[in-house]
């Protein structure tokens, strides 16, 4: 085979494999709270594993 095609073809398999950068990158607390909790203004509580963290809206 190709050299060539051989690049292209797992370039292309690599791009289509990769997940996509979420635009909507949230900052949360560290602390990991067992269940929901009241986040204050402008935080809400977002469910992760075992965990609930408190995450900017």
């Known amino acids: 085979m190709n050299p060539f095609i051989t690049i292209i073809t797992l370039l292309t398999a690599f791009a289509v494999a990769t997940p996509a950068v979420s635009s909507q990158t949230k900052a949360c ?19 992760s594993g075992e965990c609930w963290f408190c995450c900017e809206v």
């Open 29 to 47: 607390t560290r602390p990991c709270f067992s269940e929901a909790t009241e986040c204050g203004e402008g935080w809400e509580p977002v469910h």
